[in-house]
C-alpha cells in the first residue's frame, strides 16, 4: 500500500460521524426546560384579593379647578376616605410595601416575590399560609400619614418655587428614580420619605456599585443621593420573581449597601408586580400605568390628604410658557405612545382633584 492509499485511508477513519438531526426530541428537551423553569422560578398567579373592586364611586359636584391654591382648593375628606377603602382591599399593607427593617441580616434580605408550585405546596404541608406573614425577615410599616405629597418630575415644576410649601406642608414625602433635588431644592424641595425606582436605576445603581469607580461624575452623583437620602425607604413595586435577575441585583445592592457602604437606607418590594392590579383597579386601557398612578394609588393606603406635584403630561403651560419633559432635563418626549395613556390618567387625577379627592397642582406656588 502506497503512501497516497494510506492517506486515504486515514482521512477515511477521521471522518465526522452523521448525527441525523430529530425535531421531536428537540423540541421534547426544549419543552422539558420551559416547565422546569416554570416550575422552579414563576410564581403562582395570586387571584385579586378578596374584596377589591374596580373603582367605582359616585363623584359629587366639583368644587376646584385647576386654578386652586392650597389655600382655595377644597378638600373632600369623605371622597378621599372612601377610595383609600377600596384600594387597601386591593392592596393590602402587608403585601404591597415589605420594608425590611434595619435589624435583618443581609441573608434574609431576599425580595421573595410569590411562590412557585412546590415552594407552595411544601408550606400548605407544613401548616403555613404561604404569604408574606411567613417570612422569616422583619419588615417595617408605614404609619398612617395626614398630609402626603408625590412628586413627579414634569417640567412644569420648574421655577415654580413650591420647594418650601412641599416641606413644610407635608408629613411623608415620595418621589422617583433619584431625580436630582439639592440644586432645584427651590422648586421641588428636599423632604424625601420614599423613592419609588424602575428597573433601569436598578441596573445602575448595582453597576456602580459593583465597579466601585466613583472617580466618575455619574456614579459620585448616585453615591452622593443615596447617602443624602439617609434612613428613607427605597421601594421596588414591580417584578422581581419572573425578572430573576433583578432579584438578584437588588439582593446585591443591599448587601452592598448594608455591610460595604454602611448606608442606613430601607429597601422595600411588593410581594407582587402591582401594575395590572392597579391598572384594573381604575379601568385603564393603557399598556402599563404610569410610576405616578402607582405612588398616587399606593398612597391612598395611608394617607388622608394627598398633594400631587409635577404631573403635567403636556409641552406648554396654561400660561404658554414651554415646559420640558423633566425639571432636570430638556429631552424630546411624545406623550401620545403605546405604552403609557398619559392624557387618560391626567383627565382621572383632574377629576379627582375637582371634587377635593386629591390636590393637583400644576402652577406656581404661592
Known amino acids: 500500500m502506497d503512501g497516497s492509499t494510506r492517506m486515504e485511508v486515514f482521512k ?58 392650597a389655600k382655595t382648593w377644597i378638600p373632600n375628606y369623605f371622597a378621599a376616605r372612601q377610595i383609600g377603602k377600596m384600594t387597601s382591599s386591593c ?4 403585601s404591597t410595601l415589605l420594608i425590611y427593617a434595619a435589624n435583618n441580616s443581609v441573608n434574609d434580605i431576599d425580595f421573595k416575590q410569590g411562590f412557585n408550585p412546590v415552594e407552595y405546596i411544601s408550606f400548605l404541608y407544613d401548616g403555613k399560609s404561604g404569604t408574606p406573614t411567613d417570612m422569616s425577615a422583619n419588615f417595617d410599616r408605614i404609619n398612617r400619614q395626614k398630609h402626603c405629597a408625590i412628586i413627579g418630575n414634569s417640567g412644569i415644576l420648574l421655577n415654580s418655587s413650591c420647594g418650601k410649601e ?35 436605576k436598578i441596573w445602575q445603581i448595582s453597576s456602580i456599585l459593583s465597579t466601585g469607580n466613583f472617580k466618575d461624575p455619574l456614579a459620585k452623583t448616585m453615591l452622593r443621593r443615596l ?16 425578572r430573576f435577575y433583578v432579584r438578584a441585583k437588588l439582593q446585591f445592592i443591599a448587601r452592598q449597601l448594608k455591610t460595604k457602604y454602611h448606608i442606613p437606607l430601607r429597601i422595600g418590594y411588593s410581594w407582587r408586580n402591582l401594575e395590572a392590579l392597579i391598572k384594573w383597579f381604575w379601568g385603564m386601557e393603557e399598556y402599563y400605568t404610569t410610576t405616578g398612578l402607582n405612588m398616587y394609588t399606593v398612597a391612598t393606603t395611608f394617607c388622608d390628604q394627598i398633594t400631587l406635584y409635577g404631573f403635567y403630561p403636556f409641552h406648554v403651560d396654561k400660561h404658554n410658557r414651554r415646559i420640558p419633559h423633566h425639571y432636570y432635563e430638556d429631552i424630546p418626549y411624545n406623550y401620545v405612545n403605546k405604552v403609557h395613556s ?25
Open 227 to 242: 447617602k443624602f437620602l439617609n434612613d428613607s425607604v427605597v421601594w421596588y413595586p414591580k417584578g422581581a420573581r419572573f
Open 342 to 366: 398619559f392624557h387618560e390618567e391626567f383627565d382621572r387625577l383632574t377629576i379627582l382633584h375637582g371634587i377635593g379627592a386629591l390636590r393637583l397642582v400644576t402652577d406656581r406656588c404661592q
Open 166 to 200: 412641599i416641606d413644610n406642608n407635608h408629613d411623608f414625602v415620595m418621589r422617583s428614580n433619584f431625580a436630582p433635588i439639592e440644586q432645584y431644592s427651590g422648586d421641588v424641595g428636599v423632604k424625601t420619605n420614599l423613592t419609588v425606582i424602575n428597573i433601569e
Open 12 to 69: 477515511m477513519k477521521l471522518r465526522k460521524p452523521k448525527i441525523k438531526f430529530k425535531p421531536a426530541l428537540f423540541i421534547c428537551l426544549i419543552s422539558a426546560s420551559v416547565m422546569m423553569y416554570l416550575i422552579i422560578d414563576i410564581p403562582i398567579s395570586y387571584p385579586i384579593p378578596h374584596g377589591c373592586q374596580p373603582f367605582t364611586l359616585k363623584l359629587p359636584p366639583a368644587k376646584n379647578n385647576l386654578n386652586s391654591t
Open 91 to 94: 392592596l393590602p399593607p402587608h
